[in-house]
């Protein structure tokens, strides 16, 4: 949650506190999980999680992951019966910090169309990639969902009243629409002409994450709440020294940014992915998180629920 | 050629025969490369093009990555020192015949913009997928552009003097446009809104092509014709044994296959990625490849100059 707070992905960040806490009281989620790390051959592992939350299998998923890639080159580490795990990026990035390109992906229940569909086949199935730069410059970091927007931007349209943009929900007949109330379903990203790309990221990610791993497809499980899960979450670690000097690939990876960074101007700020969310935790680091009323009172209900002070 | 020509895959298929022809003929590309396998660790190797073309190469490189993954879990091959090697999806689709989920990614030369930019930064850069589904269902098969169409669309829609649609080009200023005399870039798939994601994929493998291997960064190199490239591709190779029976985990990605099919009706036709291409291949392996009469002439004109017999 921290990293999604401090980088900026508010949608992951502490709002997700009292859900979670929900989660653990009602029993949906495990609260004393028994995590266990075995491994499976050279260059793969499995974490279960035994139905706690994600957060913590993961980040042990990365330290085998990348604890095999040193030996073997590449590593896997595939999470088995998780739920919520928050942002993909902050798994990418333990990876990137550890010294190796970190691949991450994860499906969810189901709340997205497919290409051209009325019916939820996918979650928001985000990819992550993480990789080392050189000194000087933060890490890549690449953290999308394959859905153009998140679920919670639809109900911030809806409590706001405002409008959705035209390519990023349909209804129940699957026709795109703009109206929240109206709209039932995220769409792929792509929109209603190349929705078939973010459409086919989204399925790559659950085959990874759930028919591979053997836990439940996205459209076999709730998407709207943390109901009944059995999620599956894919960290692929890469060792960067595999082909020459590991510095030097730091050194090339800084070369991208920077060259993403130099097409800026006339009023554009162009960068490579995770610019805007390094830009954000700088000023976070320094001036704290911002915390809406709404999710400090929110924040302050739980508290007092738990006999904890209030922020 | 034939693995893209046989799934429609037009833009990637046999109208290239040409085109390689001269890369050869002018020595761009080495007619008679070196290519050579070396095993790095328990889980890596790669696979030296030697300046040649990147398709027997990459066929060497997924049978190195399945081989890797049937001992270790998961294999990676990188091939370096390429060039152009087709369509992604071919090499994906034979770890998949292989018995193997199989990822491939490479970059090009820059011809498509970063989001919000006004010049090159990235190429049109695949990612493909493929894994093995249970009897009775074609593979799983994932073959996409990060940009939202291929050069070749703009170039065609010059020649017909079509409009383009209003969210896939852009002209030297950075600014959307239909009109594809003025487009000088491709778009990221996502467009004007959503556009960071696909420029975000396309910078991730941007990294793991070029950045991790060594190889040039796609605005390091030409990418409206084949000049003076060192293209990285990467295969990523899973064995769909690891987590259980892997007979299981195919009846699982049929699974998933049929829940998309499932989704069709009222006029929709529902699929998962590779669905159109399956569609494609059935009916071009029973009526063979149509071969337009400007593409003939073409292909007649190179085998006049070879001493060819004319089609």
């Known amino acids: 949650m921290l990293h999604a707070s401090r980088h900026g ?111 939820a086949l996918h979650g928001t199935n985000p990819i992550a990639y993480a990789a080392p730069a050189a000194a000087g410059s933060d890490p890549f970091l690449l953290d999308m969902a394959t859905s153009a927007i998140p679920w919670n ?29 109206t709209a039932q379903l995220l769409a792929p990203v792509g929109g209603p002409r190349y929705g078939y790309k973010g459409a086919g990221l989204a399925g790559m990610i659950s085959i990874m994450s759930a028919a591979l791993t053997g836990m439940r497809l996205d459209f076999e499980q709730d998407g709207a709440a943390l109901g009944d899960t059995e999620l599956g979450h894919i960290v692929i670690a890469i060792d960067p020294g595999l082909f020459g000097d590991p510095a030097q690939a730091a050194e090339r990876v800084a070369a991208y940014i920077r060259a993403a960074q130099a097409l800026s101007g006339d009023g554009r700020v162009v960068d490579a992915a995770g610019g805007p969310q390094w830009r954000h935790k700088a000023e976070r680091d320094a001036h704290g998180i911002p915390i809406p009323a709404a999710l400090r009172a929110e924040l302050n209900q739980m508290a007092g629920g738990l006999g904890l002070p209030a922020l």
Do not use: M, W
Request: aromatic letters at 6%.
């Open 9 to 119: 992905v508010d949608s992951h960040g502490v709002r997700l506190l009292p859900f979670y806490v929900d989660c653990l009281k009602t029993g949906l989620v495990k609260g004393t999980p028994n995590i266990t790390v075995s491994k499976l051959r050279a260059a793969a592992a499995q974490v279960d999680a035994d139905g706690g939350l994600g957060h913590a299998p993961t980040y042990r998923a990365v330290q085998a992951a990348c604890a095999l890639a040193k030996e073997a080159g590449i590593g896997l580490a595939a999470v088995l019966h998780s739920t919520h795990f928050g942002a993909a990026g902050a798994y990418a990035l333990a990876g990137a910090e550890a010294g190796f390109h970190c691949l991450v992906v994860c499906n969810s229940g189901a709340f997205v169309a497919p290409f051209d569909g009325a019916r």
């Open 153 to 181: 931007r639809l109900l911030l349209a809806r409590t706001l009243k405002h409008d959705l943009p035209p390519d990023v929900a349909v209804d129940r007949h699957g026709d795109y629409t703009t109206n929240p109330e």
